[in-house]
Antibody, heavy 115, light 108 residues
Framework: QVQLVESGGDLVKPGGSLRLSCAAS????????MNWIRQAPGKGLEWVSH???????YYADSVKGRFTISRDNTKNSLYLEMNSLRADDTAVYYC?????????WGQGTLVTVSS | EIVLTQSPGTLYLSPGERATLSCRAS???????LAWYQQQPGQAPRLLIF???SRATGIPDSFSGSGSGTDFTLTISRLEPEDFAVYYC?????????FGQGTKVEIK
């Protein structure tokens, strides 16, 4: 069955960097659009970034220039490189598959930005 | 950017009652590309409805979506104990994809 498993979340200081990974199974990553979506503690959902099968890439304004999404189809994995982290980047980060709506989600990985 | 406003913020209902959740968009949602998600505490969101009115795989028919343009509704015909959760609407008709702020359905 379809499964997405995120990893890489950690406590990091403001200005620091972190790389998140999302391992996919049960489907070929190359066949789908993939996304990162985050949720700050006690808050709603915020779409962060998207990468298509043809490598079209989009970012939310809040992370543009600081975050980089990428994929490795040979490893069936999605990544999010996060630089210049700020306190307001603190959130659970979910990877999600979409073909239109977000039909499959991982369980999330927590990123905490604090000194 | 399309802003989605959900109402009410919290809905207090009893098991067996009908729930009606609203999602209003700041501009028309292209092709009615509007989805609804359910989120239980500590869990990832789960897709309920896509295309404004189509149920996702495995979603019971007690859940239904309706609406078009700028006004959309999620209806739960008869609340089960496991339906008490937070519900989000989301549009995927235009970038950036955006979510509503959520409606919490709580036990009265």
């Amino acid at each position: 069955q379809v499964q997405l498993v995120e990893s890489g979340g950690d406590l990091v200081k403001p200005g620091g960097s972190l790389r998140l990974s999302c391992a996919a199974s049960g489907f070929a990553l190359s066949d789908y659009y993939m996304n990162w979506i985050r949720q700050a503690p006690g808050k709603g959902l915020e779409w962060v970034s998207h990468i298509s099968g043809s490598y079209d890439i989009y970012y939310a304004d809040s992370v543009k220039g600081r975050f980089t999404i990428s994929r490795d189809n040979t490893k069936n994995s999605l990544y999010l490189e996060m630089n210049s982290l700020r306190a307001d980047d603190t959130a659970v980060y979910y990877c999600a598959r979409n073909w239109g709506s977000f039909d499959s989600w991982g369980q999330g990985t927590l990123v905490t930005v604090s000194s | 950017e399309i802003v989605l406003t959900q109402s009410p913020g919290t809905l207090y209902l009893s098991p067996g009652e009908r729930a009606t959740l609203s999602c209003r968009a700041s501009q028309s949602v292209s092709s009615n590309y509007l989805a609804w998600y359910q989120q239980q505490p500590g869990q990832a969101p789960r897709l309920l409805i896509f295309g404004a009115s189509s149920r996702a795989t495995g979603i019971p028919d007690s859940f239904s979506g309706s609406g078009s343009g700028t006004d959309f509704t999620l209806t739960i015909s008869r609340l089960e104990p496991e339906d008490f959760a937070v519900y989000y609407c989301q549009q995927y008709g235009s970038s950036p994809w955006t979510f509503g702020q959520g409606t919490k359905v709580e036990i009265k």
